[in-house]
């Protein structure tokens, strides 16, 4: 026997073999059809006894081996079924005749046969005949299994006839000896009659071998009968009669005998199949068990006892006993030891040994001695056979990968199958079996703690040996390339790529990935799973680490871009947050933090980013093509974008875009990207050690899209808001202080949807200036008369500039121009429209900042401020979103004049007064000042020129009030500063003070606000009490002498109007008379000159509210002259409560004349 068993287990032995052949031309389908209907009666309970017989079925069988069927009953073929088509009488004994030619094979053990024929009906068919089934079609065929039960109830009475026959005790008969093929040889012609010749010593030694081989040939057919304790018996005395005459061969299968009888009893779950288990009974067969034989190989043993998956119990202590003679489990194992030792005497042998080895491996397994059971093994691994054949190597390799995987040697297994699947490949064979090579390859993943699945190495530490698994993974790409089939081997060298990445030296990363890119060129890597022939799935191989991603963020829009919920009381959603860490009335989310609903929104239509941060782990260049978004939720077009990474970058930023076509909820799943000619879908969730704020965004409806541009250039200067405001556009513009420019800025809808709402504000930044006026203004209807604005048209705004700072002069820099004898008070000499100084010279501060002009004392001063435009329209408006684009104005001021001083005198007129201004230029060019209805002062680069303006006193009292005088909580200081403002803004809107450079044409405002101090104010207010004098009844309040003659009584009248919210007065007024000399010298001794007409005291009573009062006197004039009349007041408690500008009464000037004869 040269070709072993190795699906050989030890209940095996109490099996009887049939042999289940074709006869003829019979297709394969109808034959294992049948055949698998055959091997469901695998075992049969005989009728009238307790016993069970048991069949073990086979379609191929090597005759040769049924030779040894005396030295081992189970490896007899007993019974032959046979399978023919025949649809015509005509072919019937020639089918006939072939059932006879296929008994022949083995007619010299067969118990007894049958014949199935499929398909022959009519008279032959009728006929009936115990060998011979007749059957009309493989569908009506339902008497199969009955006729199978009948056959194996023949085999069973040739069985206990042969075993009732070699059991009975012939006393004086002759034994014969029975024997192995190739010891039939070594007994050519020898009997028991020799004994003469051999000697009496001779005559026992034989009588005792062929006494015990019998007793052991009865013991199998005691086992095989079903008669358990009976073959105990007979094993045991065997054995004692062989071990007597050293009959090795004959004693290691009595041993083994007795060990698999002893297994049968302690083991009825069996010790066969994968499992170590036995098939229950009336099972059927798989169908997958009858495809795997073919000729040549060996088939699956089917188990008659019933399948447990439960394992066998390890405490059979109180099992032993039970049986007489039945050897424990720990014994089974010495005997089995000692039967391969006897065995492994016989080079002829061999096949006995390795199938005892795997039974008492099997058995071992069964006990969970897995130690014990490798050695075994180990010994099979040496065990010589004759010259064995290609394919003989691989099932015997194949089936020591199986067995070591039943003792869970998975590393050991995985070792054999690899070498299986090397031998399928040899250079001996013809046609190399490049598909079995790579089937046998892929079994071999699991033992070496490898997997297909890029997801078992994604987390953890790495498990199994690198080295091994990275050639491994080679030698399945070279076996895929081999069968023709490169998509298999991008897939695997994609995986090798992917999974031992960290393991790859530099030069062994540049190699695979070349050869990548050289499969890829013909065959590019996909994301479709690959299903196998065997049904085997191979997934997906995304290159997570070509790059490897760090950080993922979800961008917001650009500023400009971004949308912002219009404000309502309505429909405003309760905030989640709270001071507890947990609340069981808000709800929670406990899933991961990418899954995380970010608090921004993109929009419809427009370009969204989601920013990566990636790192190139390569030793070279890493080239990504194609990179773009993987979302789902919300219809969306991934743009894609191709990168170079530079070798071992370190994190590196990478921007992905797209634009989301639909609203709704948008999430962010993960990237593709195309390395090496292979495309990959990386999600997040499978990255390890990634972080992200979220993943989640929500899509709004479409708004229109605003673009600005203006007349002004645009400025270096960014704008930084405190409010953290983001500024899209700068632009900057100089301007000298008190000038005005118009900015134009161009309205531009470049978006899809139509303009329909827009709303501009401005907002001041914090400056140390004090800005008078309005900075910034506008008009919008005009803009807005332009609207819904489409897409693609343009609008225009206008925004007015003016830059109006304060025009004091704070450093006392002219200290050369004196007061000039110019005082509030008193009466001056003249009252000049004009008057000028001389020019200071000019002189630079020592300590000037850099940039500052000559004559500039302060170097250009700075004001910014912000338009936001917030505009709306189209689906997103609807929706109550808008938009907001801030435009960022910087504007630097240059000093253009200044007012070093100012100061009041009084007008020929109490209602008027003139305000003298000390104007310096502080320009390098010469420019004009003017006010209203007044001449233009020249000034020059640096001078200083003093400018006189009469104006009409103002009264304060009939201007209406500031809204916050009105305010119940006002500050009463807050208040008063904010009457002088206004009082001051009246003042200059009376000035219309201006300034002009011919040379630049270039002109400007020019403003008293600011300067203006409260003596000043005071002096500039009409007073509430009006004061009119007369002499004879005309007024006199023109700078005008009123003449009279010498001895003529002149009257002198004084009215008053109260013009005041309260009542005032009495009052006493006191005319003083006095000359002036024009020297500065004023006489006031003029009693012998002017004489009074009554008393020099006016008396006026008490005035209402706009009530009046008058009174009257006169005078004498005794000589001619010149003479002037001041009025006084007397002090007294009334006069004193009111301010003294209330009492400015105007200076009469009388002419006396010769009296006229």
């Not at 979800?554 to 609340?583: C, D, E, H, N, T």
């Not at 799943?669 to 499978?686: A, E, I, K, P, Q």
């Amino acid at each position: 026997m040269s070709v072993p068993d190795y699906m050989q287990c030890a209940e095996d032995h109490q099996t009887l073999l049939v042999v289940v052949q074709p006869v003829g031309i019979v297709s394969e389908e109808n034959f294992f059809r049948i055949y698998r209907r055959i091997c469901s009666v695998n075992q049969l309970s005989l009728r009238d006894s307790q016993r069970a017989l048991y069949i073990r079925y086979r379609h191929h069988y090597p005759p040769e081996s049924s030779e040894w069927g005396d030295f081992q009953t189970h490896r007899k073929v007993v019974g032959l079924i046979t399978i023919t088509d025949c649809f015509s009488a005509k072919d019937w004994p020639q089918t006939f005749e072939k059932f006879h030619v296929q008994k022949e094979m083995y007619g010299s053990t067969l118990y007894d046969s049958r014949l199935f024929v499929f398909g022959l009906q009519g008279d032959v068919a009728e006929q009936q005949r115990p060998d011979v089934a007749f059957y009309p079609s493989y569908e009506d065929c339902a008497s199969v299994e009955k006729r199978i039960e009948d056959f194996i109830e023949s085999l069973f009475i040739v069985l206990e006839s042969k075993r009732l026959d070699r059991a009975t005790d012939k006393s004086g008969d002759k034994i014969p000896l029975l024997c192995v093929p190739f010891e039939k040889k070594d007994f050519v012609g020898l009997d028991t009659d020799m004994t003469l010749l051999l000697g009496v010593l001779f005559c026992r030694h034989y009588k005792k071998r062929c006494q015990g081989r019998m007793r052991k040939h009865v013991a199998d057919l005691c086992l095989q009968a079903g008669m358990l304790q009976d073959s105990l018996v007979h094993y045991h005395m065997s054995v004692e009669l062989l071990r007597s005459v050293n009959d090795f061969l004959w004693l290691g299968a009595a041993l083994e005998g007795l060990c698999s009888a002893s297994v049968i009893y302690h083991y009825p779950g069996g010790t066969g199949g994968k499992a170590g288990t036995r098939r229950p009974q009336g099972s059927s067969l798989p169908a997958e068990a009858a495809n795997r034989h073919r000729p040549g190989a060996q088939e699956v043993l089917i188990d008659p006892g019933a399948l447990t998956t439960k394992g066998i119990n390890a405490d059979t202590s109180t099992e032993i006993g039970r049986a007489k003679n039945c050897l424990s489990p720990e014994d089974i194992i010495d005997r089995y030891k000692e039967a391969i030792s006897y065995y492994s005497k016989y080079k002829n042998a061999g096949v006995i040994e390795l199938e005892a080895c795997v039974k008492a491996v099997r058995v071992l397994a069964v006990q969970k001695r897995s130690v014990e059971a490798s050695e075994f093994l180990q010994n099979a691994v040496y065990i010589n056979l004759r010259q064995l054949s290609e394919e003989e190597k691989i099932q015997r390799y194949s089936v020591l990968s199986e067995l070591y995987e039943l003792i869970g040697f998975h590393r050991k297994s995985a070792f054999f199958r690899r070498v299986a699947a090397m031998q399928c490949v040899t250079p001996g064979i013809a046609a190399p079996g490049w598909g079995a090579c790579y089937k046998l390859l892929l079994e071999t993943l699991p033992g070496y703690s490898l997997s297909l699945d890029p997801k078992d190495f994604s987390q953890g530490t790495h498990r199994g040996w690198a080295a091994v698994q990275m050639r491994l993974l080679h030698e399945l790409v070279y076996a895929s390339r081999r069968m023709g089939n490169p998509a298999l081997s991008v897939r695997h060298l994609s995986f090798l790529l992917q999974t031992m990445l960290d393991f790859l030296s530099d030069q062994e990363k540049k190699d695979v990935t070349q050869s990548l890119e050289n499969y890829t060129s013909k065959c590019p890597g996909t994301m479709e799973p690959i299903t196998l022939p065997d049904g085997l799935t191979l997934p997906p191989v995304p290159f997570t680490k070509l790059p490897i991603v760090r950080h993922v963020k979800l961008l917001s829009l650009p500023a400009s871009l971004r949308p912002q919920k219009m404000k309502s009381l309505l429909g405003q959603s309760v905030s989640a947050k709270s001071p507890f860490i947990y609340s069981p009335i808000i709800p929670h989310s406990r899933g991961e933090e990418r899954s995380k609903k970010i608090d921004f929104q993109w929009v419809r239509g427009d370009v969204c980013e989601v920013q990566l941060m990636v790192y190139n782990p390569m030793p070279f260049e890493l080239r990504v093509e194609n990179m773009g978004l993987l979302t789902s939720g919300v219809e969306f077009e991934s743009l894609p974008a191709a990168l170079s990474l530079p070798a071992e970058s370190g994190l590196y930023p990478v921007t992905l875009v797209g634009v989301p076509q639909t609203t709704g909820t948008i999430t962010v799943n993960g990237y593709h990207t195309t390395v090496f000619g292979v495309f990959s879908d990386c999600l997040l969730d499978d990255l390890p050690g990634i972080k992200t704020s979220g993943s989640s965004v929500e899509v709004i409806p479409a708004l229109p899209r605003l673009q600005i541009s203006t007349s002004l250039p645009r400025s270096a200067h960014a704008l930084q808001p405190s409010s953290g405001d983001e500024v899209s556009t700068n632009v900057s513009v100089q301007l000298y202080n008190g000038e005005t420019q118009q900015l134009v800025i161009t309205l531009e809808n470049i978006g899809m949807e139509p303009l329909e709402k827009l709303e501009v504000t401005s907002k001041i930044l914090p400056t140390k200036e004090k800005l008078y006026g309005d900075f910034l203004s506008w008009k919008l209807e005009e803009t807005l008369a332009q609207f819904p604005l489409q897409p693609g048209k343009v609008a225009t705004f206008t925004v007015s500039i003016k830059a109006k700072l304060d025009f004091s002069w704070q450093e006392n820099l002219l200290q050369d121009l004196s007061d000039d004898g110019i005082s509030v008070s008193g009466f001056p000499m003249s009252s000049p429209f004009r008057q000028v100084v001389r020019p200071r010279v000019e002189s630079r501060p020592a300590h000037a900042p850099e940039g500052s002009k000559a004559g500039d004392p302060r170097p250009l001063k700075t004001l910014e401020a912000i338009l936001n435009f917030k505009y709306s329209g189209g689906p997103g408006h609807v929706e109550g979103y808008y938009r907001s684009l801030s435009l960022g104005l910087h504007v630097e001021v240059e000093p253009s004049v200044f007012f070093t001083r100012v100061s009041t005198l009084p007008a020929s007129s109490t209602r008027q007064c003139h305000l003298l201004l000390d104007v310096f230029n502080s320009t390098e060019h010469e420019l004009t000042v003017s006010a209203r209805s007044n001449e233009e002062l020249i000034l020059h680069a640096g001078e200083c020129q003093r400018m006189a303006i009469q104006v009409d006193k103002f009264n304060f009292e009939s201007m209406p009030e500031s809204p916050g005088d009105k305010g119940q909580f006002a500050n009463p200081k807050q208040l008063e500063e904010e009457r002088q403002e206004a009082r001051a803004l009246e003042i200059n809107s009376r000035l219309g003070l201006r300034w002009t450079h011919p040379s630049l044409a270039r002109a400007g405002e020019a403003s008293v606000e600011g300067l203006l101090s409260q003596l000043v104010l005071e002096h500039l207010q009409l007073a509430p009490l009006h004061w009119d004098l007369l002499v004879d009844g005309q007024p006199c309040d023109c700078g005008t002498a009123a003449a009279c003659q010498v001895g003529d009584p002149v009257r002198l009248e004084v009215r008053l109007t109260n013009r005041s919210p309260r009542s005032v007065g009495p009052f006493a007024l006191t005319v003083v008379p006095f000359q002036d000399h024009q020297n500065g010298v004023h006489n006031y001794d003029l009693h012998h000159t002017i004489s009074f007409v009554g008393s020099s005291t006016f008396y006026l009573d008490a005035v209402q509210p706009s009530g009046q009062a008058a009174c009257l006197g006169a005078l004498l004039f005794l000589y001619t002259g010149d003479f002037f009349l001041h009025i006084q007041f007397q002090e007294d408690s009334k006069s004193k409560e009111l301010p003294p500008s209330w009492f400015c009464l105007p200076s009469v000037h009388v002419r006396a004349l010769e009296a006229q004869a």
